[in-house]
């Protein structure tokens, strides 16, 4: 079956940077986007942005360009998103999704910003 | 960008009967939106329920609907089961190429 997972939990201090991966498995790599969506403790849902694994190419939202990038491992069937420049309310579970009917979603990966 | 606003919350006796709505600061949904609705329970990542509008998952108890109604995405829940109880999240696409999450809705029932 179609699966996501993605590494584990990450400390961080501000400023610094964090890459989180998602791992896809049970159907071709290339056939779907990924998206990247996180949530603050208690909060609702935040798109990030995607990336099209076949090119490379995507999108992000306005809110975090130039602090994101999402890439791609077509080797391992891998997608990357790395945020900079960590602040405090970059805290929040960070989730990749597989576009298309946004199945499967990933387990999550609790991003915490502190010093 | 859009804001997309949901209810905050609202509740549902067991086997009533409920209508979310999603509303895009842009104007007026449309098919156009491919709206998507998504179920979370707490701990637990978002579940689709409901995409391009109208179209259930496998897994989507025919008691959930999705439609348009009056320029909103709208989720209707009929026939609210205690297991119903979470949080709902519409999601617009604009174009294909950004999307955005509405503020999602705390459903109780009760």
């Known amino acids: 079956q179609m699966q996501l997972v993605q590494s584990g939990a990450e400390v961080k201090e501000p400023g610094a940077s964090v890459k989180v991966s998602c791992k896809a498995s049970?159907?071709?790599?290339?056939?779907?986007?990924i998206h990247w969506v996180r949530q603050a403790a208690g909060q609702g849902l935040e798109w990030m942005g995607w990336?099209?694994?076949?090119?490379?190419?995507?999108r992000l939202a306005q809110k975090f360009q130039g602090r994101v990038s999402i890439t791609r491992d077509t080797a391992i069937n891998t997608v990357y998103m790395e945020l900079s420049s960590l602040r405090s309310e970059d805290t929040a579970v960070y989730f990749c999704?597989?576009?298309?009917?946004?199945?499967?979603w990933g387990q999550g990966t609790l991003v915490t910003v502190s010093s | 960008q859009a804001v997309v606003t949901q209810e905050p919350s609202v509740t549902v006796s067991p086997g009533g009967t409920v209508t979310l709505t999603c509303d895009s600061s842009?104007?007026?949904?449309?098919?156009?939106?491919?709206p998507y609705w998504f179920q979370q329970k707490p701990g637990q990542a978002p579940r689709i329920l409901i995409y391009?509008?109208?179209q259930r998952h496998s897994w989507t108890p025919a008691r959930f609907s999705g439609s348009l109604l009056g320029g909103k995405a709208a989720l209707t829940l009929s026939g609210a089961q205690p297991e119903d109880e979470a949080d709902y999240h519409c999601?617009?696409?604009?174009?294909?190429?950004?999307?955005?999450f509405g503020s999602g809705t705390k459903v109780t029932v009760l």
């Open positions: 990336v099209t694994p076949g090119d490379g190419h995507g």
């Open positions: 842009t104007g007026a949904v449309t098919s156009g939106h491919r």
């Open positions: 391009d509008t109208t």
């Open positions: 999601f617009l696409s604009y174009g294909g190429l950004y999307y955005v």
């Open positions: 999704a597989r576009r298309g009917v946004f199945d499967p």
């Open positions: 049970g159907y071709t790599f290339t056939s779907a986007d």
